[in-house]
């Protein structure tokens, strides 16, 4: 009996370091009635929204992705490659989504009702203050690296 292999033609939608295509998490999203909207998309700027009155954004850039979320009544940049999460002002979260696309991100709004989650209630309570930025990962080790 002759066994046929059959080479794995590798997917566009995922990769093995984690990496998923916007159509897979806009499909992923879609099971909570979330849809995804290209920011700078001339539909929505139509629509002429402030960023703040949005919900969440979910940025890339080459194979990196990361969300801006509002948690209560704040806006926060949960990027995995920050040591933790950074607090964005409502004021500074156009510019901030503005520099985001000048460095070539593609930013999507998501749209639709987020699902409940312990952080948002906690935070529609207390408002959080940030003394400090968070660091890049990598980035305290790097300085402590440079003093010695």
């Keep these: 009996m002759e066994a046929?292999?059959?080479?794995?033609?590798p997917s566009v939608n995922m990769d093995d370091s984690g990496f998923f295509s916007i159509q897979v998490i806009s499909n992923a999203l879609k099971v909570w009635g979330l849809e995804l909207i290209l920011f700078n998309s001339p539909e929505y700027q139509r629509l002429g929204i402030d960023p703040i009155n949005e919900k969440s954004f979910i940025c890339n850039y080459k194979e990196h992705w990361f969300t801006v979320r509002k948690l209560g009544k704040q806006w926060f940049n949960l990027n995995s490659l920050l040591m933790g999460?950074?607090?964005?002002?409502d004021t500074y979260l156009a510019l901030f989504l503005a520099q985001l696309?000048?460095?070539g991100y593609s930013i999507f709004?998501?749209?639709?009702d987020l699902p409940d989650c312990e952080a948002d209630q906690l935070?529609?309570?207390?408002r959080?203050?940030?003394?400090?930025?968070?660091?890049?990962?990598?980035?305290?080790?790097?300085?402590?690296?440079e003093q010695r």
């Design 4 to 9: 046929i292999f059959h080479e794995r033609q």
């Design 85 to 89: 999460p950074e607090l964005i002002s």
């Design 123 to 126: 935070l529609q309570m207390i």
């Design 101 to 103: 696309q000048q460095e």
């Design 128 to 145: 959080v203050q940030q003394v400090q930025r968070p660091k890049l990962i990598g980035e305290e080790t790097a300085q402590s690296r």
């Design 109 to 112: 709004v998501v749209k639709g």
